[in-house]
């Protein structure tokens, strides 16, 4: 939708990281999160972060929140060939409905 | 396991035809949404519902409508199809409480 906006194509090289960023209207967001979908599927939560946070790393997966900003980032480190796969940024806040982004399609080369 | 089952998974029909999208789930959520996937536009909400009787309009609802009879099952009918709902549909749910949303496989129409 309108109120998130993520850049559209990221190509990365085999073993370096991806970064990808976001960007958000509604500053009561509560919970921020990253899907990713994979051809022919649906989307699966890859993480979360709460609005009153502004780092969350898990595993090779690490999640920046800029609050002032209303930048959200998210760094994949030591991108593989699994990691290809369109990557949406999303917003919900007190009406629990997600806002989505238009995707991110991210290209690993080998 | 819980799962969302949503059929038919490929469907193409003909303009001005009514076409009905199943969205039947066993995680026994409250909520339950609708979106539809177009490129460059990402994911739009089409409708949702947050229990049984109760249903909502998104930004995108026109030509489109939801009945929620139980828990289980949000099918979303097209009323009289158009081009311009060729799209790739999702159904998703979620807990009572919000947060993360869980989504189908998706279903895929063509309106010729």
């Known amino acids: 939708g309108e109120d998130v906006e993520q850049s559209l194509f990221l190509s990365v090289r085999e073993g370096d990281s991806s970064v990808i960023n976001c960007t958000y209207t509604d500053s009561s967001s509560t919970y921020l999160y990253w899907y990713k979908q994979e051809p022919g599927a649906g989307l699966q939560l890859l993480t979360y972060?709460?609005?009153?946070?502004d780092m969350k790393q898990d595993q090779r997966l690490t999640v920046l929140l800029n609050k002032k900003d209303k930048h959200l980032s998210l760094r994949i480190a030591d991108t593989q060939t699994g990691d290809s796969a369109i990557y949406f940024c999303?917003?919900?806040?007190?009406?629990?409905?997600?806002?989505f982004g238009a995707g991110t399609t991210v290209t690993v080369r080998a | 396991d819980a799962e969302i089952t949503q059929s038919p998974r490929h469907k193409i029909t003909e303009t001005g035809r009514q076409v009905t999208l199943a969205c039947h789930q066993t995680?026994?959520?409250?909520?339950m949404f609708w979106y539809r996937q177009d490129l460059g536009h990402g994911l739009r909400l089409i409708h949702y519902?947050?229990?049984?009787?109760?249903?909502n309009k998104g930004e995108v609802s026109d030509g489109y409508s939801v009945s929620r009879s139980n828990t289980e099952d949000l099918p979303l009918t097209l009323e009289s199809a158009a081009s311009s709902q060729t799209s790739v549909y999702f159904c998703a749910t979620q807990y009572l409480g919000g947060g993360e949303l869980f989504f189908g496989e998706g279903s895929r129409l063509t309106v010729l």
């Open positions: 995680w026994n959520h409250n909520n």
């Open positions: 972060i709460f609005s009153n946070m």
């Open positions: 519902s947050y229990g049984v009787q109760d249903t």
């Open positions: 999303a917003e919900s806040s007190n009406d629990y409905k997600l806002s």
